[in-house]
């Protein structure tokens, strides 16, 4: 928790004017000054406890016996980096992606906890936000306003109306995570309108989610209380949003990266850049390490033409300006909190503050906070018997059937397909050869006891399993394979470990990565996560997997908010028709 600025007036007061002494002087900063687009050279910042007291070009008035002083040396220097939509629920505990956030120059984090939500309820969201607390950096966090997508064949767990409204009045919570079930909107269900209606009757913010809508639909959507998106694909869909008033987060994650085809259009356009942002949406481990986080986004704007001063703007300010939190944070000027980045001359941060605190220092981690341990019932949320090859048989009297196949386009977006399979003993075969492969489904939150077996296409990897328990929103675990006893090993494994990815061939597990919280968190370090995702993916890309991030394919397997056909323990779904899909014509 950060100081009151009603409580720290009089001491900020009396240090911007040298009565009294501030704890610590940055000197020789080259400031990105959010508020004029300006970068000025020679700038003094006089910091006193957590916030600001002078900016200016000579702070010495502020010095004294025991003021810390630290010369930036030129460099430039920024208000700490943010990222207004990230899911932190995912591959790492708060505290591990915490460490790798500040590395990054990210000092405040809004987080949106929907697979932990839909895994665990009202009880697993409590238990993430007390493992969000207590670090060095700032994560805010916002109610998941999306689930379930389609109650008519979901299996996650969501919060009730009472629930949402306890949690809301978290002094962390501050609002709704993104409304990505826009047609519950624009058709005006009753349950998601008494929800915005209860997050604006609260004054609180509420995040969205527009892919594939436009037009009349934006229109109700927008006019429905919801102002900010993090899915436009390109600079039309950006303009379309900012022209009728919603705050437009440019999109450069793991699973999608749109920067370099929109900020050249900005800058060529003129666009305002007042309402649009940087996001990561979530970033996996590898790219965290290769890439960066937000920082990233600052330097690449700058190297496609962005001014600095507003590459920091679109970073920090207008993510606070957009969460009404301007006050106290996203830029350096008196009585803002002193959240600091000084970047080395690529943009890489080099020192950073947080609450006038140094926790990075010479691109190493100073901060020492404390290790939570996650409560011991989210270890246990398998809730599986164990599993034989006759669990993945699909039996039939024909010789010859027609599948109703689940055809990867990507890893991400699918389309219905259809395959002409063999039997042997009344047993349907997948079929490698052809590319065609068994997928199945099971609930292992407990909530249903059902399951589901069907036909993949274009696969390519030549094991004989692999199988999930992290798959976005549902309780759902997924298993993909050619050998039904394969099938079964990878299955009874991620039984054992609680949760997690692996990769089975022929009988022998060749890869995996445990995620013992919850079956989407793992409990290790995030040097020991990274090197069993690369580990997962190296093994699946090295049996010929079609994709470079085949860990996306059973995470969207169940998802209810893309196109086109989808699989969970409920069934086969056709998304657009809303309808199961028989596995056999």
Not at 33 to 44: A, D, H
Request: charged content about 25%.
């Amino acid at each position: 928790m950060h100081s009151d600025l009603a409580g720290s007036i009089s001491r900020l007061n009396s240090v911007a004017t040298g009565g009294k002494k501030a704890s610590l002087i940055l000197k020789n900063c080259r400031l990105l000054s959010v508020y004029t687009g300006e970068t000025i050279p020679g700038t003094q910042i006089a910091i006193s406890g957590d916030r600001i007291a002078y900016v200016g070009p000579d702070a010495s008035h502020a010095a004294g016996p025991a003021t810390r002083v630290i010369d930036a040396g030129d460099r430039h220097v920024g208000p700490g980096l943010a990222d207004p939509h990230i899911h932190i629920d995912q591959f790492v505990t708060p505290y591990e992606f915490a460490r790798q956030a500040l590395l990054c120059g990210v000092t405040s984090l809004f987080s949106d906890p929907i697979d932990m939500t839909g895994i665990a309820g009202y009880a697993g969201f409590c238990e993430f936000l007390k493992l969000c607390e207590g670090l060095p950096v700032r994560i805010f966090q916002t109610i998941p306003g999306g689930i379930p997508v389609d109650p008519k064949f979901s299996n996650c767990r969501s919060l009730s109306a009472r629930q949402q409204r306890s949690a809301a009045r978290h002094p962390r919570v501050l609002g709704l995570g993104e409304v990505f079930s826009w047609t519950k909107v624009t058709s005006r269900d009753p349950a998601t309108m008494g929800s915005l209606r209860e997050m604006l009757n609260a004054d609180c913010i509420i995040n969205g989610h527009t892919a594939g809508i436009g037009e009349k639909k934006l229109n109700a959507y927008v006019s429905s209380g919801i102002l900010s998106c993090h899915e436009p694909i390109n600079f039309e869909q950006v303009l379309e949003r900012l022209r009728l008033g919603m705050w437009v987060m440019i999109r450069e994650g793991s699973i999608r990266r749109d920067l370099a085809g929109i900020i050249p259009k900005v800058i060529s356009h003129k666009t305002y850049r007042d309402r649009l942002m940087f996001c990561s949406d979530g970033i996996d481990p590898l790219d965290l390490a290769r890439y960066g986080h937000i920082d990233y986004c600052l330097r690449e704007s700058v190297r496609l033409g962005l001014e600095p001063a507003d590459a920091a703007a679109m970073a920090s300010r207008n993510v606070f300006d957009y969460y009404r939190m301007d006050r106290d944070l996203g830029g350096i000027a008196p009585g803002k909190l002193a959240d600091i980045v000084i970047f080395e001359e690529s943009f890489r941060p080099e020192t950073v503050l947080v609450g006038g605190r140094v926790v990075v220092s010479g691109k190493k981690i100073t901060a020492r906070p404390r290790r939570r341990a996650a409560a011991p019932w989210l270890k246990k949320t398998v809730k599986l018997g164990r599993f034989s090859a006759g669990d993945f048989e699909v039996r039939t009297k024909k010789r010859l059937v027609t599948a109703n196949t689940i055809r990867l386009q990507t890893e991400i977006i699918t389309q219905p397909g259809s395959a002409q399979l063999g039997t042997r003993d009344g047993l349907v075969q997948a079929s490698p050869d052809s590319d065609v492969w068994k997928v199945a489904s099971f609930d292992r939150i407990g909530s249903t006891g059902k399951s589901t077996v069907g036909f993949l296409e274009n696969f390519g990897a030549e094991i004989g399993a692999f199988a999930s328990t992290w798959c976005f929103h549902e309780g759902d675990m997924v298993v993909i394979g050619s050998d039904d006893s394969d099938m079964a090993v990878a299955a009874n494994h991620l039984i054992k470990n609680q949760g997690g990815l692996v990769v089975v061939k022929s009988g022998r597990v060749a890869a995996s990565m445990p995620l013992q919280i919850a079956g989407i968190v793992s409990a290790r370090t995030f040097e020991r996560v990274s090197e069993d995702f690369e580990g997962v993916t190296a093994a699946l890309g090295d049996s010929g997997c079609r994709f470079p991030r085949p860990h996306m394919i059973p995470l969207f397997l169940p998802f209810l908010a893309l196109p086109s056909i989808r699989i969970l323990s409920s069934g086969i779904v056709d998304v657009k028709r809303r309808k199961y899909v028989r596995p056999f014509e």
